[in-house]
């Protein structure tokens, strides 16, 4: 199966490069391209490709924009929007994740995670470039820390397990040895936990579990 993805970016030439790295890949084609964020949107809700690969900064509506207007909360039908820039600045990352999108890549991560992203993202996972994740989430749980104070999480002792494992950026095969339980124990409580909390994806139990503090940060 081919993932179709969009671009969308205010770089001609950064489209050309996204476009030859992920066409190189015999399973992803691209399927369109957007120079601002409204016809981002507009192309997005017409071709409904697998995967929005969205910039932050464009004229007309910001990537944070598109992405809300793609996966936001209230959107009925969300489309996965994987947020690729140049900017790693914290507010940028918080903004995408809570907006909705399913990853968060640096441009200069490399050509290997911004194709892992995409699959990612098309078999309903999330990544975010390993060198932003624990620093934007110890920026979440200090800044969310007195906004959450007691409600206990209603999860069971072993949901924790697993979103604490989770929060700590591992895979669900490493979770599953972590834990000493199967793959599909593992798979079967994340989707138990998002029910749950009302979340859409791994993006948003990390988010959760950070916020309620449930995540050392020594």
């Known amino acids: 199966m081919t993932i179709s993805v969009l ?9 050309r490069g996204l476009r030859l790295i992920l066409e190189d890949q015999p399973d992803i084609s691209v399927v369109g391209e957007a120079a601002d964020g409204a016809e981002a949107v507009a192309l997005a809700r017409r071709l409904r490709p697998d995967v929005c690969l969205v910039d932050i900064r464009m004229p007309l509506l910001d990537g944070i924009a598109v992405t ?10 969300p489309m996965r929007v994987v947020v690729v820039t140049t900017f790693d600045l914290d507010e940028y990352v918080y903004g995408a994740l809570r907006g909705g999108a399913v990853g968060f890549v640096l441009k200069d991560a490399g050509p290997a995670l911004l194709v892992e992203a995409v699959r990612a993202a098309h078999n309903g996972e999330a990544l975010v470039s390993p060198s932003v994740t624990v620093r934007l989430l110890r920026h979440l749980a200090a800044a969310s820390a007195p906004a959450r104070a007691a409600q206990p999480p209603p999860l069971s002792d072993r949901e924790l397990e697993v979103v604490r494992a989770l929060a700590r950026g591992r895979t669900n095969q490493e979770i599953a040895a972590e834990l000493f339980i199967s793959l599909s124990t593992v798979k079967s409580h994340l989707s138990g936990i998002q029910a749950k909390l009302a979340v859409r994806n791994r993006v948003g139990i990390v988010t959760w579990a950070w916020e309620n503090q449930l995540v050392d940060t020594t």
């Open 7 to 15: 671009l969308a970016d205010d770089q001609a030439m950064i489209r």
């Open 68 to 77: 809300r207007a793609l996966a936001g909360p209230r959107v009925p039908d």
